[in-house]
């Protein structure tokens, strides 16, 4: 079973800046199998980015994903205020699984 | 308007059975897979079942297996998940999330289940 890690657990940043966020799978994922969540206090996820590197419909284009193997990055250049939130990545397995990292909180500073 | 609507939550005893319902609207089931993903205060995502679209593949995670049943109504566009044996650690928000190309591009805003004594 194939876990990931995503890191830190907490990033604490000012409005404006750039905030860098990993997710490390445990084996080499595909990069067509994985996907980015925001979830804001008390709402559902939302999809941000799929297939590693693909803007969801309404996703801003400050997000960005990239990686490969078993390293993957969601980079937010510009941080806006509706933009502190949690961050999960979710690899979905050509074996039909699916898994998500333990989230990656952005927080104002 | 595209979206699914979950319900059934609320509290039940260790050991209770529940059914949650997801209802599709603006799309058909019979084009979609659909999952149940939880979300236990306080934790992270964890998913629990999936339904494919033309329900030949169903599958669930390894803490709910032998324990929850997936299923749908198709004429009323309704996903179903049977819950039975129902721990404490099951409690959580229970999310409705359509399949499109193995990512979930819409959820819906959860129905929570408590299990308490």
């Known amino acids: 079973e194939i876990v990931l890690t995503q890191s830190p657990g907490t990033l604490s940043l000012s409005p404006g800046e750039r905030a860098t966020l990993s997710c490390r799978a445990s084996q080499s994922v595909s990069s067509a199998y994985l996907a980015w969540y925001q979830q804001k206090p008390g709402q559902a996820p939302r999809l941000l980015i799929y297939d590693t590197f693909n803007r969801a419909t309404g996703t801003p284009d400050r997000f960005s994903g990239s990686g490969s193997g078993t390293d993957f990055t969601l980079t937010i250049n510009g941080l806006e205020p509706e933009d502190f939130a949690v961050y999960y990545c979710q690899r979905y397995g050509n074996s039909l699984t699916w898994t998500f990292g333990q989230g990656t909180k952005v927080e104002i500073k | 308007q595209v979206q699914v609507v979950e319900s059934g939550g609320g509290v039940v005893q260790p050991g209770g059975s529940l059914r949650l319902s997801c209802a599709a609207s603006g799309f058909t089931l019979t084009s979609f897979g659909v999952h149940w993903v939880r979300q236990a205060p306080g934790k992270g995502l964890e998913w629990v079942a999936v339904?494919?679209?033309?329900?030949?593949?169903?599958d669930y995670g390894d803490s709910v297996r032998g324990r929850f049943t997936i299923s749908r109504d198709t004429s009323k566009d309704t996903l179903y998940l049977q819950l039975t044996s129902l721990r404490v650690e099951d409690t959580a928000v229970y999310y409705c999330?359509?399949?499109?190309?193995?990512?979930?591009?819409?959820w819906g805003r959860g129905t929570l289940v408590t299990v308490s004594s």
């Open positions: 339904l494919s679209h033309d329900e030949n593949y169903k």
């Open positions: 999330a359509r399949d499109v190309d193995l990512h979930f591009d819409l």
